[in-house]
């Protein structure tokens, strides 16, 4: 059982950044994908960024050269830096572990970018 908590949602002016963390419990963390979901009112819920257990990252369009996803094994988080921010990034950023057949979710936080 995999335990993800976000935090570092919050109210941003547009140009800004954030730095978004998900902490998780349980064993395995450094063999899990991690990915970085988000949902705006009334759209579906979209990957935002994804990082493997190698390293590897991939971003959606929307958000290349702006977001960075990595990942602290040691310390079991993994992090969004959030750059340039725009009015259409605000949504709920929900954090995803997948280990195998296996994917677990946090409850999201909340980013608002709005002048």
């Known amino acids: 059982q995999v335990r993800l908590v976000e935090s570092g949602g919050d109210l941003v002016q547009p140009g800004g950044s954030l730095r978004l963390s998900c902490a998780a419990s349980?064993?395995?963390?450094?063999?899990?994908?991690m990915d970085w979901y988000r949902q705006a009112p009334e759209k579906q819920r979209e990957l935002v960024a994804r990082i493997t257990s190698g390293g590897s990252t991939t971003y959606a369009d929307s958000v290349k050269g702006r977001f960075t996803i990595s990942r602290d094994n040691a310390k079991s988080t993994v992090f969004l830096q959030m750059n340039s921010l725009k009015p259409e990034d605000t949504a709920v950023y929900y954090c995803?572990?997948?280990?195998?057949?296996?994917?677990?979710w946090g409850q999201g936080t909340q980013v608002t970018v709005s002048s």
């Open positions: 995803k572990a997948i280990n195998g057949f296996a994917a677990y």
């Open positions: 349980g064993t395995g963390f450094s063999a899990n994908t």
